[in-house]
């Protein structure tokens, strides 16, 4: 997940300096490649080199390339956190082996030698560009159903209920039997004292929160028929992209930035719908056809819109509200007028 905010939002000004800040770090880091690193790539630690040129930076860790023998070879993500480190590389091992090709293959990850942070390595996706049109909206499509419908479980959440991060948020994954307690407790609950905790305390926020967890959430959740499936997670467009089949140059969708965990299929929509990029007419319906909508599908929309307000609410704690807290408040108040 990259910087998506709120334009008006107070807290630009914090992260702007964050950003500064971080680009230091990571030039000192490019200048003297931590040995931890090294040690944890195949051969000679002198075959491998940081570029000068800035990848990316977050207000959560900061990303380059690492090359081999001159060549672009991995990404390198690195960050304060633990659990975000940890939950990317889980996430990208779960997501390569249903589904080889579709997301960047996890290397090694691991904590640097003076113990001030966590790294993450992959494979590079080379020549990655931004996906779109009809044709690599119906191969996302088929990828991610596959995904979905090849990748299951017996629990919702992770096995261990190992921590994964959406943005700089660290979610709990307990595994958990049924769908609705999981999404109610440990995504919409949890989200909503996430937000008090930074936000400080909204009584209108509480009052709505506590009507959708405690009779939305059941009403809507508590009568389909869903089984765990794994999902990226946090499939906005920014987090998806195409890249050439280096032995027949076709276009291949691939997805990255993951927090994969066990969850309803149709959760993944959620963020989808939040933010656009898919709507030239290919992904929804080459999904649909080779995973339904759940019945009923008359309610299908506002489960969407449901499992679209963690979003909101997480871009809220994120990012001081703002906008993303008004959207919310709109959200829940839609949802409560119909199953409140």
């Given at each position: 997940m990259g910087l998506r905010h709120d334009p008006n939002s107070q807290s630009n000004v914090g992260q702007q300096r964050w950003v500064h800040q971080a680009r230091i770090n990571l030039f000192t880091l490019m200048s003297q490649p931590d040995p931890a690193i090294l040690a944890a790539l195949p051969g000679p630690s002198s075959d491998y080199s940081i570029p000068s040129s800035l990848h990316s930076v977050a207000s959560f860790g900061t990303a380059t390339t690492i090359?081999?023998?001159?060549?672009?070879?991995?990404?390198?993500?690195?960050?304060?956190?633990?659990?975000?480190?940890?939950?990317?590389?889980?996430?990208?091992?779960?997501?390569?082996?249903?589904?080889?090709?579709?997301?960047?293959?996890?290397?090694?990850?691991?904590?640097?030698?003076?113990?001030?942070?966590?790294?993450?390595?992959?494979?590079?996706?080379?020549?990655?560009?931004?996906?779109?049109?009809?044709?690599?909206?119906?191969?996302?499509?088929?990828?991610?159903?596959?995904?979905?419908?090849?990748?299951?479980?017996?629990?919702?959440?992770?096995?261990?209920?190992?921590?994964?991060?959406?943005?700089?948020?660290?979610?709990?994954?307990?595994?958990?039997?049924?769908?609705?307690?999981?999404?109610?407790?440990?995504?919409?609950?949890?989200?909503?004292?996430?937000?008090?905790?930074?936000?400080?305390?909204?009584v209108e926020l509480d009052r709505l929160g506590r009507t959708v967890v405690e009779r939305v959430v059941p009403r809507l959740l508590g009568s389909i028929k869903?089984?765990?499936?794994?999902?990226?997670?946090?499939?906005?467009?920014?987090?998806?992209?195409?890249?050439?089949?280096?032995?027949?140059?076709?276009?291949?969708?691939?997805?990255?930035?993951?927090?994969?965990?066990?969850a309803d299929s149709e959760y993944e929509l959620g963020i989808m719908r939040m933010f656009g990029g898919f709507t030239s007419g290919g992904f929804y319906q080459r999904y649909h056809e080779l995973v339904p909508e759940k019945e009923p599908k008359a309610e299908y929309d506002d489960r969407i819109r449901l499992y679209r307000l963690f979003h909101e609410l997480n871009h809220a704690a994120l990012f001081g509200g703002g906008w993303y807290l008004d959207a919310a408040k709109s959200s829940m108040r839609t949802l409560i007028r119909k199953y409140g």
């Open positions: 090359n081999k023998s001159g060549v672009p070879t991995y990404f390198l993500k690195c960050a304060r956190s633990k659990n975000l480190i940890e939950g990317e590389y889980n996430a990208l091992n779960l997501i390569s082996r249903t589904v080889p090709g579709f997301c960047p293959d996890p290397v090694a990850a691991g904590q640097f030698s003076d113990g001030s942070r966590y790294f993450v390595v992959a494979s590079l996706l080379k020549d990655l560009r931004s996906g779109s049109g009809r044709t690599w909206e119906r191969k996302l499509a088929e990828k991610l159903a596959k995904l979905h419908t090849d990748a299951t479980s017996h629990m919702y959440g992770l096995p261990g209920g190992q921590v994964t991060c959406c943005g700089a948020t660290e979610m709990p994954n307990p595994p958990t039997k049924t769908w609705s307690e999981f999404y109610g407790m440990h995504r919409l609950q949890f989200i909503l004292d996430e937000n008090t905790r930074v936000n400080g305390r909204d869903s089984s765990p499936s794994l999902v990226h997670g946090d499939l906005w467009a920014g987090n998806a992209g195409a890249i050439n089949d280096p032995e027949t140059g076709e276009t291949i969708p691939v997805v990255y930035d993951a927090c994969a965990f066990y």
